[in-house]
């Protein structure tokens, strides 16, 4: 899709590490439909290095930069420090990306939940979520809207800016022993909602993609702690595979992209049709 979609702009993508998945395919995907830079954060310094590299190689602009940002997005002052460097290096943020985040670690069931790795996901996924969206919006606010010439329609504003949080199927249905990871993914959903309507005046938009399992390092690691994963995937997922993460990241090119300019507070869900029935 990358290719069918032109863009220019800069993106601010979080969990974009040489070893992460969507995040790292979501900066190469907009350096191949000709973003004009990307800011790759991540906890992993050397790994957001390593993929801002490979987003070099990937660049339809010929000017196209990458820089590589450390990042803690439970931390308030190191997720300031990433707007700012992100500001400082390429002057507005035009998308903003926030795909860093935890999985379910434990699979405790509800008896036997510990309360430390509760927090710990909530912290991670919500929190930083939010502190992203919060000082990536305040960024977006203070700069000039763009616009959009279409061949048959004129032209039409796109705004300060598109924000897309990643959530999840576990934004909208359960499963067994993921109470820590359901829950927050349930409140990307709230994150998103409030603050599209927070930011109607400022005329950002904010929305969420939501995908079941995605091959990447994050599934990999479920797989590893919870063998049988790859049988119950195979059985409920109407395409019988996990999606690959270009399949998720199109989605996020889309919402950023002219495409999705009516599109607001709303929840993608990519599942190839998993959450439409129940399993018997
Ligand atoms: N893979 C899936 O099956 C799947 C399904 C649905 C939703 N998601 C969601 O998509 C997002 C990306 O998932 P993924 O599969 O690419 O994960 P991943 O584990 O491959 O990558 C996550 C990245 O986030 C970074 N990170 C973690 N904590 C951080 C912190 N405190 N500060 C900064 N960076 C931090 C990690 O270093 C890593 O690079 C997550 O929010 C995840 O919940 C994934």
Request: glycine share 8%.
């Amino acid at each position: 899709m990358a290719g069918k979609v032109s863009l220019g702009g800069i993106a601010l993508i979080t969990g974009a590490s040489a070893a992460s998945g969507i995040g790292k395919e979501t900066a190469l995907s907009f350096a191949e439909a000709g973003a004009k830079g990307v800011a790759l954060a991540d906890i992993n310094e050397e790994g957001a290095l390593a993929a801002a590299e490979e987003s070099k190689k990937c660049a339809k602009d010929a000017s196209f930069k990458a820089i590589a940002v450390k990042v803690d997005i439970t931390d308030e002052t190191s997720v300031d420090n990433m707007v700012q460097t992100a500001l400082k290096e390429f002057g507005r943020i035009d998308y903003s990306v926030n795909s860093a985040g935890m999985g379910n670690l434990s699979g405790a069931m509800t008896p036997n939940i510990k309360a430390d790795m509760f927090s710990r996901t909530l912290d991670t996924n919500i929190r930083g979520t939010m502190l992203c969206v919060r000082a990536v919006s305040k960024a977006m606010a203070a700069q000039e809207p763009l616009s959009y010439e279409s061949r048959r329609f004129g032209t039409r504003s796109l705004g300060r800016g598109s924000i897309v949080n990643l959530g999840s199927v576990n934004s909208y249905v359960a499963a067994p022993g993921m109470m820590p990871y359901t829950a927050s993914k349930h409140a990307i959903v709230g994150i998103t909602k409030t603050a599209a309507l927070d930011l109607l005046s400022s005329h950002i938009g904010v929305n969420s993609v939501c995908p079941a399992w995605v091959n990447t390092p994050m599934m990999e690691a479920s797989l590893e702690r919870v063998p049988q994963l790859d049988a119950v995937i195979k059985a409920v997922s109407p395409l019988k595979r996990a999606a690959v993460p270009e399949e998720v990241v199109d989605y996020i090119i889309f919402l950023c992209s002219p495409s999705g300019s009516y599109i607001n507070g709303t929840g993608l869900i990519a599942d190839a049709g998993a959450t439409l029935m129940m399993h018997t």
